[in-house]
């Protein structure tokens, strides 16, 4: 019954759909199992025909839960040997298997253990996991073990496109960690210089929104896959990355560091120039059309004095006009009212 079990395994990983891995017995073999990794051997009997045969033994490379970055992903099976120890796929060696591509998920479940094409039935042990993207996994089957190596298929990152050498200067900044708020202005400086495989005198100084001020120089950091560096400063590693941000501009953003989770906008310095003229003209517009609001409430509060006065013009009374005797009466009798 176990027999028949490893055989449906195989045939539903061969079954699978058009995908692309890789990974030969060799391949693992040549390489060196890191030292800290605890090996744990399980022994099996090779044939029940024979109690004399030499029993053969596979190790279990221990592969704890916080290594699943290593494993889990897609991976191109490039080797299947059956329990009865007969290679039922090769990729590698055998002309009709090479024109196969099996591509199949792979799932850290527990230490060790590993998920097939998110099957449950499919969980097998961890023989070898290198650095090279390369992995050997088994099942016990019956007397025997099943045995699947594959080569994990890593995703093109994107690079960050750069001419040949470009000098940046920041433009603005938003520091999580601190506040919200972006920093622009007087409350940021910083400059470096971008090739296509380094980054060069970066020299960043931000002022938080509550007065505090942080800052970060790296003489040199190598560019990585996908515009990852990392660098070393005052005995901490800092690590980030870089991607572009427009036609002249660049995001650098710190993963590690006293800068973690800083993002910084760096542009050219024509492009900075751009750009403040652009918020200055902005400005204007906004003060002269704050003084066109108040010009015109200021019309309108004529108008409506004016309508309010036309309204109430019969409650008004008519100015009586006292000649020089009236006047000098008025002064007799009541005296002068200033």
């Given at each position: ?26 391949d693992i ?29 596979i190790a ?11 494993v ?70 019956g ?9 994990m298929i890593r ?57 505090e ?55 050219t ?8 003229q ?61």
């Amino acid at each position: 019954m176990k027999v028949l079990t490893s055989k449906k395994a195989i045939i539903a990983i061969l079954s699978l759909g058009s995908v692309v891995l890789a990974g030969t017995i060799k391949d693992i073999n040549s390489r060196t199992v890191s030292r800290k990794h605890a090996l744990e051997e399980l022994p099996v009997e090779r044939s029940l025909a024979s109690d004399v045969a030499p029993s053969m033994r596979i190790a279990i490379m221990k592969v704890e839960m916080s290594e699943a970055f290593k494993v889990n992903g897609k991976w191109e099976i490039t080797r299947i040997v059956g329990s009865d120890e007969v290679v039922t796929y090769d990729k590698l060696n055998n002309p009709e298997d090479s024109k196969k591509n099996i591509v199949v998920p792979l799932k850290l479940v527990g230490t060790s253990s590993v998920m097939v094409n998110n099957d449950r039935d499919l969980v097998y042990k961890i023989s070898l996991l290198s650095d090279f993207g390369t992995i050997a996994i088994f099942k016990k089957m019956g007397n025997g073990f099943e045995i699947i190596e594959a080569r994990m298929i890593r995703e093109k990152k994107a690079e960050v496109a750069v001419a040949e050498e470009v000098e940046l200067v920041l433009e603005r900044a938003l520091n999580q960690s601190k506040s919200n708020k972006i920093l622009s202005g007087s409350d940021i400086s910083g400059e470096m210089t971008l090739t296509k495989k380094s980054i060069e005198g970066l020299s960043v100084s931000l002022t938080n929104t509550n007065g505090e001020v942080q800052s970060i120089d790296i003489a040199s950091a190598q560019l990585l896959d996908g515009g990852s560096f990392k660098a070393d400063v005052d005995g901490e590693e800092v690590s980030g990355v870089i991607f572009n941000n427009g036609k002249d501009g660049y995001r650098l953003s710190f993963v590690t560091g006293p800068l973690a989770g800083a993002m910084l906008n760096f542009v050219t310095a024509g492009e900075l120039e751009r750009i403040e003229q652009k918020d200055a003209e902005q400005n204007d517009n906004y003060f002269e059309q704050e003084e066109q609001k108040i010009q015109e409430m200021a019309q309108n509060e004529v108008v409506e004095e004016r309508r309010e006065m036309a309204e109430n013009v019969e409650n008004y009374e008519p100015v009586k006009i006292l000649s020089a005797d009236e006047i000098k009466e008025t002064a007799e009798t009541q005296g002068f009212n200033f």
